[in-house]
């Protein structure tokens, strides 16, 4: 995902979810969390093209 894609993704979220996002990316132990969850995992090998 390159710069381009994260700001039109910012720019469709809402002030609230915004904000939500930003504390999450905040605080390194959470944003581990979530990466590391099979949920974003797949997410993410869906994305990069992977099966």
């Known amino acids: 995902m390159d710069k381009n ?3 039109k993704l910012f720019r ?3 002030e609230q979810d915004k904000k939500k ?3 999450i990316l905040a605080d390194k ?3 581990e969390q979530i990466m ?3 949920q974003a ?3 993410l090998k869906k994305l ?4």
């Open 5 to 7: 894609s994260v700001d």
């Open 48 to 51: 990069m093209g992977e099966k």
């Open 12 to 14: 469709n979220l809402s």
């Open 21 to 23: 996002v930003e504390s």
């Open 29 to 31: 132990k959470k944003t």
């Open 41 to 43: 995992q797949a997410i």
């Open 36 to 38: 590391n969850s099979p």
